[in-house]
């Protein structure tokens, strides 16, 4: 199991190096490609935006084809997603190559997330997705730093290169060590999904995290996006000093996380949704 949850993370990662490995080089991906860099830091909202509509479809494909097929599918829609994002002579090819990588990342997250559903239970589960999502916050940290490296030594186009390296690893890794773990009693969903989606989206209790959550997640994504233009265009860092600066703050965040349950346990849910707001 220790193999399984070893293989699940590194898939779990495509999706946040897909977001933060580049994000030192969107100056120079700007120049490089003749193209103005709000264009370059709108593909990271689209990339998210086509990460999460597009689990909405590949949930119901994981449960109707299997895990392990729909993994191999998305796997290989990365590594072309990040050859062309590698090979990029215009603007439109590289935005093209984020739709394919954000579209492959639908696959291997749902793949990921549902595979411990089917192989863990009760507490043993809830740690398997706490290591997952603890760990995942270690990617703003790193990411951007291993991105400004890479960049700093073979250009905007290598943390695109580093990234066809990693998934051709982890098409190997799938292939060969990824079992089929979806249960034989599971049934397709019929028709009727869409009026699933549409009773949770009228749910009043989802509505409410569902907002307090994207109100986050659109301030986070607001410092993602401009922060590489106000501290390397305006502030003048090269993209090593930025990834460092950037390193920093995600670290800070993995430092306040740990206490987080501590907090929540003492003060309440609530309180600690009014303090974050805030």
């Not at 306040?256 to 009014?274: D, E, Y």
């Amino acid at each position: 199991m220790r193999s399984l949850k070893a293989l699940l993370l590194i898939m779990v990662l495509l999706g946040p190096l897909g977001i933060d490995l580049y994000l030192p080089t969107i100056p120079e991906i700007a120049k490089g490609l003749g193209s103005s860099e709000s264009l370059i830091q709108s593909t990271i909202g689209l990339f998210i935006l086509v990460l999460g509509v597009g689990q909405l479809i590949s949930g119901p494909l994981v449960d109707k084809f299997g895990r392990k097929p729909v993994a191999l599918v998305g796997i290989v829609i990365y590594i072309l997603g990040s050859i062309i994002a590698t090979l990029s002579i215009n603007p439109s090819l590289f935005i093209l190559s984020r739709l394919l990588q954000a579209t492959a990342v639908c696959c291997t997250s749902v793949v990921a997330f549902t595979c411990v559903r089917d192989c863990f239970n009760g507490n043993e589960s809830a740690r398997v997705f706490g290591f997952l999502n603890g760990t995942l916050n270690i990617i703003p940290a790193l990411a951007p730093l291993l991105g400004g490296l890479l960049a700093e030594y073979w250009g905007w186009r290598a943390p695109f290169g580093f990234l066809i390296l990693y998934s051709l690893l982890i098409l190997v890794l799938i292939a060969v060590y990824l079992p089929e773990t979806k249960p034989e009693n599971i049934k397709p969903h019929n028709e009727k999904l869409h009026k699933t989606y549409i009773g949770i989206l009228c749910s009043k209790r989802f509505l409410t995290f569902a907002l307090v959550n994207a109100g986050t997640m659109g301030m986070a994504l607001t410092y993602v996006s401009f922060s590489p233009v106000v501290l390397m265009h305006e502030a003048g860092l090269s993209s090593l000093k930025f990834s460092i600066v950037f390193g920093i703050n995600g670290f800070w965040i993995m430092f306040v996380s740990f206490f987080a349950n501590r907090i929540i346990h003492r003060v309440g849910r609530p309180i600690c949704l009014i303090i974050g707001g805030y």
